[in-house]
């Protein structure tokens, strides 16, 4: 059998489900290949979306008219906003979702777009000729030409799982992984490596005294992940539960240690720094007493619970025997045990910044496969690659994202410029301008841009639209509202800040600490007045409308570092230079530069390794 597509997205993970989307949506003839229909937008490890800078990156997805945010929105069974108590750049919404329904929801939506088509089957091989992907071939004997493909195959590229000394090839629990594809893109001159990740314990909740843990309850205000007006939450809200290790748990697990696949050499690759094993805890903190761990709801009616904390490739017996010694495990029954998963990726400094190989002309990789851990990070990518798969096929300008555009943006420009030696995660002190890539204002970034690419539709436009007018004349209203000393001075000090001695207008009141929008309404009839004619999202955009007046100095001032760089931005020097040639740049950065051959100056002063002098070097034989 063969069959012709214009896209071909292999894996229906976070990453291959943005990807297909996006490039269906945008009018390209696409297939997405997956091992099972119903493992589709599979949360492989803890059934949550969002958390620190991850949640920014689910708000710019959905910003660009992707469906990571409506998902979660629409299963989150637990939301919350993190780091309240820091300033707004820092903020990062998380929800617990419901495992089942988010597998559901995704299929939902995938088999109802125009243009996607679903096939159940392992790609085992692809297709090249002069240099440039022209299909694939699966396990069933049949070949799919197509004029590029997506390739987002997690943790499935020879997949091995470990629990203490005993070994199963797998892409996860209780599923096949996936042979021959890694040596077929490797044989084209491609290289791979080897990564490892875990996952910890399912845990019975019937079997857990929750008297003995901590509660820890959700948010239910207005705080949603997409910017559509969709209403916020739709399933029954859970709690989550939190408990610490004690000393007997760690003496346990330090004479399991050398049943420890990642102790013991068993397991040679890299593991995630940030997402440690409980077993690399103890030995990473010899001193520390205890750990914390969260027990999460793996959905709105089942039993089973995810022991976040408590990620580890021991053998099960020690796993349980160690647990056993934390009083709300006392009775622990569980489901199955954790473990550790060995996999291939391939080096992202092999890829240009819209993820399509430098090597194979229309093949792109996305996910995990370029080395980053996270389905957020996934999908980011994923739904950059379903775009520029789409443009290659029909033509248009490349479609990035600056480092000042997006977390997105961060993301792939250090995959692709740095390239990684761990599993890639991605933090807020990774953004230099992250007072620019706040939650709250992804859609004023990213929703005309995509809008302009064909892809967030005209609805989603026509919401930002009036968005930003409200928010335009809400701040207008502050700028030019004038206030009396003798009238609001008692509402001042009953607030507890500084009375007025003269006049001064609304806005200045707002940048203290102390006010509000919210309770200054309540003293300013003008204001209150203002407020109500907001009659849809109101609560966001009054929220969005004090971050610009709060931040405004600190907005600019990034704005104008940002603005400068951008210039090196500007200056392109691909093909330009034999760096090789170039006596006056160091060793290593002639080394570094070749391999990466980056797009502009700006690109070549990120990568480790090329000084400042090397880049005056470039500047001066460009010109500048």
């Known amino acids: 059998m063969e069959f012709k597509y214009d896209v071909i997205v292999i894996g229906a993970g976070h990453a291959g489900c943005e990807a297909a989307a996006a490039a269906a949506n945008l009018g390209s003839k696409t297939c997405l290949i997956t091992m099972d229909m119903n493992k589709i937008g599979q949360m492989s490890c803890n059934p949550a979306v969002g958390g620190i800078a991850k949640g920014q990156i689910v708000r710019e997805i959905d910003a660009l008219g992707g469906y990571m945010g409506l998902v979660t929105d629409k299963t989150a069974i637990q939301f919350r906003i993190l780091n309240r108590s820091k300033g707004p750049a820092m903020w990062s919404p998380r929800a617990q979702c419901d495992r089942g329904k988010f597998i559901w929801a995704w299929r939902e939506i995938l088999e109802n777009i125009p243009n996607l088509h679903i ?31 997506v390739l987002t195959a997690g943790t499935f ?10 070994m199963l090839p797998g892409g996860r629990m209780a599923e096949p992984a996936s042979y021959e594809l890694t040596e077929s893109i490797a044989q084209h001159g491609i290289t791979y490596g080897r990564m490892k990740t875990g996952t910890p314990v399912r845990i019975d909740g019937r079997s857990v005294h929750y008297d003995c843990m901590e509660i820890q309850d959700g948010e239910a205000d ?12 739709h399933l029954k809200q859970l709690p989550c ?12 697990l330090r004479e399991g240690l050398p049943e420890s696949p990642l102790f013991n050499g068993q397991i040679k690759s890299i593991g995630p720094r940030y997402c440690p094993s409980i077993e690399t805890k103890i030995v990473t903190f010899p001193d520390k007493e205890q750990h ?34 934390i009083p709300a495990f006392r009775d622990l029954v569980i489901y199955r045990p954790g473990y550790a998963i060995e996999y291939d990726y391939f080096d992202p400094t092999q890829l240009k910044h819209t993820l399509e190989t430098k090597k194979i002309k229309n093949l792109f990789f996305a996910g995990q496969v370029n080395g980053t851990t996270g389905y957020e990070e996934a999908a980011g990518q994923g739904i950059i690659a379903g775009i520029n798969a789409h443009i290659n096929c029909h033509g248009g300008e490349p479609f990035t994202l600056g480092r000042d555009e997006a977390y997105i943006g961060v993301l792939i ?38 809008w302009k690419l064909g892809l967030a539709q005209n609805d989603r436009y026509e919401l930002l639209r009036k968005k930003r007018e409200a928010i335009e004349s809400l701040v207008l209203f502050t700028r030019n509202y004038s206030m009396k000393p003798a009238l609001i001075n008692p509402t001042l000090e009953s607030l507890g800040t500084t009375p007025l001695r003269q006049g001064c207008k609304l806005i200045d009141l707002i940048n203290r600490p102390q006010i509000t929008i919210e309770n200054m309404s309540e003293h300013v009839s003008a204001l209150k007045r203002e407020l109500d004619k907001i009659t849809e ?11 610009l007046i709060k931040y405004e100095g600190y907005i600019g001032r990034e704005r104008i570092i940002a603005d400068k760089l951008a210039r090196l931005e500007s200056i392109k020097i691909k093909g330009k230079f034999d760096y090789n040639s170039i006596q006056s740049l160091s060793t290593e950065a002639r080394q ?13 002063s990120r990568i480790p390794g090329v000084s400042p002098s090397d880049i005056n070097v470039l500047l001066v034989l460009s010109g500048r």
């Open 537 to 547: 999202r109101k609560e966001e955009i009054i929220e969005a409308a004090e971050i």
């Open 292 to 325: 914390q761990l969260f027990l999460e709801p793996e959905g709105e009616t089942t039993r089973e619970l995810y022991l976040n904390g408590f990620s580890s490739s021991l053998p099960m017996e020690i796993q349980i025997a160690a647990l056993k010694k």
């Open 222 to 233: 207005f705080h949603k992940f997409s910017f559509m007006n969709t209403g916020t939450r």
């Open 157 to 166: 590229l020879n997949g091995l799982m470990h629990v203490g000394r005993t």
């Open 413 to 450: 420009d250090d995959l692709v410029t740095k390239g990684v030696d761990e599993p890639y995660r991605m933090f807020t002190s990774r953004a230099e301008y992250r007072i620019l890539l706040r939650m709250d204002d992804a859609d004023m970034r990213l929703t005309e841009k995509s």
């Open 119 to 149: 096939w159940q089957d392992t790609v085992n091989g692809i297709l090249v000729e002069n240099g440039e992907v022209t299909g694939v071939k699966t396990v069933w004997g049949v070949t799919f030409h197509a004029k590029c493909v």
């Open 241 to 252: 539960w939190t408990c610490f290790t004690n000393e007997e748990t760690h003496q346990i």
């Open 592 to 604: 570094k530069l070749v391999k990466i051959d980056p797009e502009t100056i700006a690109q070549a």
